[in-house]
């Protein structure tokens, strides 16, 4: 009697699958450990049911495939050798492709596959003991190909067998059908209190207001919950791709001949389906980063005093209606000094920018289309592909990347993504008279801030928040037909928005409220307007904007964000206090034994910055400053004392490295009342201007 085949494809189907997993999951374990036994009877053990299986389902090729690899694994095992790196590579190829045939076979094929002569012929040659291959992806492309799909390639990564099907449980639709009973119940309800209400027009008004409100809030209350239920329709586990993500990683990780331990565990957290087909090359990406940049070599990493293993680890949590996915490596961490060094050959022009840039600027250059550390690109990493597809892939999700790293410790790419594309949380803020809601995740905080405690930069103003110096920015700016009128109030509300490391303050009118809202596409009037990531209804049923914030702050002038440090400075003397300003340790030192010695109270500061900080907590007689430092420099320092109520009559005394007119001019100009040229320095010469100004 022939045996119907159909009738079992399906457990053929789910048990192929843990097969392929399990050999994975192996094959993992064996290029730990070459020499485990354990190991390579498991393999054989898994492929002999694998090929008995395909053999009862007529899968022919799949069998004579499994039957070569199981003889790959029987002459390792009868001569008492080592799993090399090689073949578990080969078995990671096949498994690979295997995977794929058996989803062919779920969409209705035959079992048959083109690549089968190609992979029989490799595995063949492996039995042989001769050069074979172990990726059946494809043939190798010329390194133009390569470089022209680069671009589509986080579009092609195959986790998702159907993408237009969800296995959903019963138990969500009796939930969604439960909800909508009560639904219907609920207008059944509000329908007969409006007919009572036509036959019965002596009723109170309170009484029919009281009712109908009641009826209103119910069904909206069970409308959101509906809404809810069909939304989780469209989450799916995470797990769904943090397996076939090991697995591709660690196949990388086996040609780049690394010793990396990945540790990428099990996860129970749902995210949105649309979400989750565009996370795997997102991850891969970034893990290849890891492979190929953060992990040192065997040899550099015992150098360093670290182990001869890498370690690189991918970890999902969530935090309310946000999911956090961090790719995380212990290798040698972000070189800035390289980044710098790229950034002046590729942008000569920006030279006095990038020098004087801080690690936070620097780090946006990573993010520029073709920049990269290295100076020949690599197989692995080196492929067309940068940061800054990944990063435009993550704006595209409405999520965000933060990255933080340590030289010769590691570097951690933190992924921030909402659980579900359908609804946002976001905060309705209101600038001459028109409202906008940012994105949640684009806010760092929200302060009340007054005016005087802004401090003027070249490049306009900026504010301290906890120790980091962020640039302030009128939110009308975004908006060339704003005719709003110069803001007269004293307290101003400040949003902090913060991306890829980057912090903005942004001056708006007031702050409404904060909401979970559907966002909706912009209309095709609007489609190739950046500044707008769509539309929502407020309660009213207005449209309100959803603000783009990469673009946003794309579109305003950046200064640079600089961190504040050593703030303390001593307790106020009795006598006569100055402060010396200067990025030099050894002339700070020299002024200071000088002024000292005086019997002046002297404290130091690093840059302008520093010195304002301090300025602002003691109260100092006359301040001794450099004029070139990086963050704030002497001019600008000056220029901040003069128009500062509390500072202007402080006495300062320029100390310069050149000597020429228009900057002797400058000095006066702002308010100087000493110019010292370092090369003619000398010990009675700062000291007697120091006496002079103070009447001493």
Known sequence: MNIDKNLYIAD??????????????IAIE???????????????????????????????????????????????????????????????????????????????ADGSFSEFEDVIINIDNAIEDENFRTDFSGEKKEKKEVESEAKTELENEDFFHDSQTIKIQVSQIDSILQSLDKLIMRQIKLKNVIDDLKQQPERTEFQSFQELSENISVLENQSVEIQKNIIALRMLPFDMILRPIKRSIVAEALKAEKNIDFDIPQSEITIDKFILEKLPAILIHLVRNAIDHGIETKEE?????????????????????????????????????????????????????????????????????????????????????????????????????????????????????????????????SVSNSSYLILSHYIKEILTVNKDEFLQMQHGPVINVHNELIPIFDFDIINSNSKKQTNTKKELSVVVLEYLNR??????????????????PVPPLLKDFNALQGVVFDENYRIIPVLNIPDTMRRFKVVNVYDIKNLEVRK????????????????????QIILEAENYNVSTAVDGIDALEKMKQYKFDLVVTDVKMPRMDGFVLLHNMRHKEELKNIPVIIVSSVFESDTLEKAKNLGAQGYIVKSDFERESLAAKVKELLND
Do not use: W
């Open 572 to 591: 106020m003397p009795k006598m006569h206090s100055v402060l010396v300003v200067d990025d030099s340790h050894t002339t700070r030192h020299i002024e």
């Open 301 to 429: 990493r015992v150098k360093l005093g670290k182990t001869e293993t890498g370690k690189i680890s991918v970890t999902v949590s969530q935090v309310s209606n946000r999911i956090f996915v961090n790719v995380k490596d212990d290798g040698h961490g972000i070189d800035y000094e390289k980044i710098k060094e790229k950034a002046l050959r590729l942008y000569p022009e920006r030279e006095a920018e990038i020098q004087t840039a801080d690690k936070t600027e620097l780090l946006q250059y990573i993010f520029v289309p073709g920049f990269s550390t290295k100076n020949e690109q690599s197989e692995l990493s080196g492929r067309g592909i940068g940061l800054d597809v990944v990063r435009t892939e993550m704006d595209k999700l409405k999520g965000k990347i933060s990255v933080y790293s340590e030289l010769n410790k590691g570097t951690n790419f933190e992924l921030s993504l909402p659980a579900s594309l359908a609804t946002q949380d976001g905060l309705f803020v």
């Open 503 to 520: 912090k903005i303050g942004v001056i708006v009118d007031k702050i409404l409220h904060y909401g979970t809202v559907v966002i909706k």
């Open 12 to 25: 053929y189907i789910s048990e192929a699958r843990e097969i392929l997993d399990s050999l994975d999951d």
């Open 30 to 108: 064996a290029s730990k450990k070459k020499r485990n036994t354990g190991c390579l009877n498991e393999i054989l053990r898994l492929l002999h049911t694998l090929k008995g299986s395909s053999r009862m389902m007529e899968y022919v090729q799949i069998e004579k495939v499994v039957n070569h690899l199981e003889t790959v694994f029987k002459n390792i095992q009868s001569n008492q050798t080592e799993i090399s790196k090689k073949i578990v590579q080969l078995l990671m190829g096949v498994t690979d492709l295997l995977h794929k045939v058996i989803n062919r076979i779920e969409d209705g």
